[in-house]
């Protein structure tokens, strides 16, 4: 079964893309985005502690969330639709401070993206879109942080479409610039 697995680096430490054990026949797909020992053969020691669904339209972005405490590993799959996927790394010490790196994740491709501890993360709806969350650690509200998806110093570079207009929950209009985020906090 490893084999019908992929994991790929990316540019930032612990941040994996990963395309799950997927078979096609007459009837459609079978899909097994997750198996713990399949993930702990290939090195990622991860276990899922709960798992979140949300469906987003066209142009919304959501984040760039993190949990100051408890921080959460996510492994993110779009189900249906397209996103852009984005990670940003927050953590103190890493070679990668302040990296950011983003892909596209499909009901097509079936690909994951594994956002470790200490990293911000967020999407663009490309398309309509149900993404999961399969995360690590219990959500908990109190120490849900973010930074706004937009701020010049993470350089991130949305595809979003000339002209498009972006969708934002009031919270993420509202998130801290990285500059507040590091005078307040530092790292995570």
């Not at 997750?34 to 987003?56: A, C, H, L, P, W």
């Not at 302040?98 to 956002?115: A, D, Q, Y």
């Not at 207009?165 to 507040?180: F, H, P, R, T």
């Amino acid at each position: 079964m490893n084999s019908d697995f992929a994991f790929e680096k990316t540019d930032i430490e612990g941040v994996w893309i990963i395309t799950p054990f997927v078979r096609h026949d007459g009837r459609g797909c079978f899909i097994k985005d997750y198996n713990e020992e399949v993930f702990k053969k290939n090195g990622i020691d991860y276990v899922v502690r709960e798992t979140f669904y949300s469906f987003s339209i066209k142009n919304t972005i959501r984040g760039l969330h993190f949990q100051r405490d408890r921080q959460m590993a996510k492994l993110v799959r779009c189900q249906t639709g397209s996103i852009y996927d984005a990670a940003v790394d927050l953590r103190a010490n890493s070679p990668t401070f302040k990296k950011s790196v983003g892909f596209i994740l499909s009901e097509e491709n079936n690909k994951s993206l594994l956002v470790p501890e200490g990293c911000a993360h967020g999407f663009l709806a490309l398309s309509d879109a149900l993404v999961s969350y399969k995360c690590a650690e219990i959500f908990m509200p109190d120490t849900d942080d973010g930074i706004r998806w937009d701020d010049a110093d993470l350089d991130i570079d949305w595809p979003l479409e000339p002209g498009a207009d972006v969708i934002l929950s009031e919270k993420d209009a509202n998130l801290q610039s990285y500059d507040s985020f590091r005078r307040v906090y530092g790292t995570l």
